[in-house]
């Protein structure tokens, strides 16, 4: 596994595993405190997207913080604690990942994706078209160990219910 990740991709694979474990704990926490943690996390995807991409010097980067704070979009995103700022840090973490030469690390952190596919669905599909084929296969391979996962914690009559509603 380090040879495929990497020291830093392994740094940061033990992060997300913690991150995602940490959110299973929030159901049993009161709501305003559970609600309060899961804003900290937005805010924190937030300032993991800027960080990530904004360019220009740190003057320019924090006028660009600041404005993308101050749009009514993602201030209300924040408000009502949509998970539109998580997929957006998984894009870049995605990207990054890619321009770092981390492949693997890449497919499996877009995996995160199946929170809400519908937003970056065809994001798998620009990997195969841009040739990052090991990307796209740790992609596949995360998302079907996900769908397992789901389907031993809900079992099918937990999905027909799902699905049913």
């Known amino acids: 596994m380090h040879r495929l990740l990497g020291e830093r991709g392994q740094r940061l694979a033990g992060v997300v595993a913690l991150a995602g474990v940490g959110l299973v704990a929030l159901h049993n926490l009161a709501f305003p ?3 309060a943690i899961w804003n900290l996390l937005l805010v924190t995807a937030v300032l993991v997207t800027w960080r990530l991409l904004a360019p220009g010097s740190r003057w320019q980067r924090s006028m660009q913080l ?3 704070l101050a749009l009514p979009l993602v201030a209300f995103s924040l408000l009502l604690g ?3 700022m998580l997929l957006g840090a998984t894009l870049a973490l995605c990207w990054w990942c890619l321009r ?3 492949p693997v690390l890449a497919g499996i952190i877009l995996s995160l994706i199946a929170v809400k596919p519908q937003l970056a669905f065809l994001v798998p599909l620009a990997l195969v078209a841009g040739l990052q084929f090991r990307a796209a296969i740790a ?4 998302s079907a160990a996900l769908a397992l996962v789901t389907l031993a914690a809900v079992g099918t009559d937990g999905i027909a219910a799902y699905v049913s509603r």
């Open 82 to 84: 949509q998970v539109v």
């Open 139 to 142: 992609w596949a391979s995360a």
């Open 100 to 102: 770092r030469g981390s």
């Open 33 to 35: 405190v559970a609600y």
């Open 66 to 68: 600041g404005i993308a």
